[in-house]
């Protein structure tokens, strides 16, 4: 069976400071990966998506930034944060071979920049 | 472009009645998918819906799609407190990578 896994589950930065986000997906090959915040009481933002390794797709701009350095592997990185970046952060797969995209998501990054 | 809009955003009521929560689209969607979210917590998939006339059910939760009126209905029969949490539906369209979020419903059963 397939698991996604996210880390930290948790993140207290400064301002002003470096951000990495891991994803990762097992039990899966070549799946649809993306990355969304949430801010609080909020709906769901789509960062980016990726459909193969190097190839990300951004849906907003922002001083954000994402990789995919292997095929299971979603990073999402900032050099420099930003209070409004603070959220819920959530990684999510798909399987790109059905005709239907049903996403299953990672259990989140909760992020908070002071 | 597709857009999605759920109503009611936010829905308290007693446990043991029935409610629907409704999600209309605004243009061909093939594909309308459930979610639930409990507090602080992330999503987990609840249905996928693919064709007019589909109905799926799990347990006090059924959700039926209607292609013709662009709406997808999630109905909650005699509810419990379990049953708390956010509820997003979400449609996709066929040559597109995304999901199109509704705003979610955020349903609180009391006891």
């Known amino acids: 069976s397939q698991t996604i896994h996210q880390w930290p589950a948790t993140l207290v930065q400064p301002v002003g400071s470096p951000l990495s986000l891991e994803c990762t997906v097992e039990?899966?090959?070549?799946?649809?990966l993306y990355w969304y915040r949430q801010a609080a009481g909020r709906g769901l933002q789509l960062l980016f998506y990726?459909?193969?390794?190097?190839?990300i797709s951004s849906e907003v701009p922002q001083n954000l930034s994402a990789s995919r350095p292997q095929d299971r592997q979603f990073i999402l990185s900032s050099k420099k944060l930003l209070l409004s970046d603070s959220g819920f952060y959530l990684c999510?797969?798909?399987?790109?071979?059905?005709?239907?995209?049903?996403?299953?998501f990672g259990p989140g990054t909760r992020l908070t920049v002071l | 472009e597709l857009k999605v809009e759920q109503n009611p955003l936010f829905l308290s009521m007693q446990e043991g009645k029935n409610y629907t929560i409704y999600c209309n689209y605004s243009?061909?969607?093939?594909?309308l998918y459930w979610y639930r979210q409990d507090p602080g917590k992330s999503l987990e998939s609840l249905f996928v819906?693919?064709?007019n006339g589909a109905v799926k059910q799990e347990g006090r939760l059924m959700a039926s799609l209607d292609t013709k009126a662009r709406l997808s209905t999630l109905h909650i029969t005699a509810a419990v407190h379990d049953l708390s949490a956010t509820y997003f539906c979400?449609?996709?369209?066929?040559?597109?990578?995304?999901?199109?979020w509704g705003a979610g419903t955020k349903l609180i059963i009391k006891p």
């Open positions: 999510a797969w798909s399987d790109g071979t059905v005709a239907y995209n049903e996403q299953f």
């Open positions: 990726s459909v193969g390794i190097g190839q």
């Open positions: 979400a449609g996709s369209m066929d040559s597109n990578y995304q999901l199109i």
């Open positions: 243009t061909t969607s093939d594909r």
């Open positions: 039990g899966t090959s070549n799946p649809n």
């Open positions: 819906l693919l064709s």
